[in-house]
């Protein structure tokens, strides 16, 4: 039976900061957010602060939002690792082209386990939840059995100069094709702050998927964890069908 996966999104790296020691400037906060606040301050040079309403960190970044001087944001960034994520919705969020993004390759790592990612529509009543499981077995015993048949043939029909990884690939490459949209994915993914609210923006409101949405918002968990003075104003509310939302009154317009 094929195993459903639930979704798991991990910060594993952020921007550092290091202030220049010959500059007499200090703020009440460290890491990805000061710097933008020493980006902001450079384009002026107000390293002494003149406006008593922009002395605090969080403050002066919701003024920048605030002036919509939204560029200030792109020295900041964060990558994430996702896993249990759908190829489906894997594709929506690589349409988000300002992100890099590192991929698990289909063609390199066999899928043996019929991983898949279930609906939430679908969990919620069992016999869909049954004939979905059905559908990704069938399609992926057709997998198993395509591949191992490629492989026999290739195997047979190797000459010196084919080397059994690149067979191994090529066999792959083709039993793929049959792999369901539910199948799992995991993908490393970076993006400056910037691109992170307004993926946000765009993926968890309530006209979303309601997978990419949970990817956003998981997302949305962890900046809040180390850049709450970028990302606080976002809140996070559940609808009446137990899914949730995110909303901001700035608009991350790039």
Request: glycine share 4%; charged share 25%.
């Amino acid at each position: 039976m094929a195993t459903p996966v639930e979704l798991d999104v991990q910060l594993i790296g952020h921007t550092q900061f290091h202030a220049p020691a010959d500059i007499d400037w200090e703020t009440d906060t460290d890491g990805p957010s000061a710097l933008l606040e020493f980006a902001g301050r450079a384009c002026y040079e107000t390293w002494d602060k003149p406006n008593p309403h922009t002395a605090t960190n969080a403050a002066y970044l919701r003024h920048i939002m605030d002036v919509g001087h939204l560029a200030v944001l792109e020295h900041s960034s964060a990558t994430m690792y996702l896993r249990g994520v759908s190829r489906s919705c894997a594709h929506e969020v690589m349409r988000h082209r300002m992100f890099s993004f590192s991929q698990l390759s289909q063609r390199y790592v066999p899928d043996d386990e019929a991983r898949v990612i279930v609906p939430r529509s679908v969990q919620d009543n069992p016999d869909l939840e049954k004939l979905f499981l059905q559908a990704a077995d069938v399609a992926h015993g057709a997998y198993t059995e395509i591949l191992d048949s490629l492989n026999e043939e290739l195997d047979e029909g190797a000459s010196a100069r084919v080397n059994a990884a690149l067979r191994a690939k090529q066999a792959r490459q083709a039993a793929r094709a049959v792999l369901p949209n539910a199948a799992e994915t995991r993908f490393v993914m970076s993006g400056n702050f910037r691109s992170w609210r307004h993926f946000i923006a765009m993926r968890a409101t309530e006209h979303a998927d309601p997978e990419i949405r949970r990817v956003a918002i998981a997302c949305l968990v962890e900046l809040q964890s180390i850049a709450p003075e970028v990302f606080e104003d976002f809140s996070i509310t559940e609808l009446r069908d137990k899914t949730q939302i995110a909303t901001s009154p700035y608009v991350s317009d790039i």
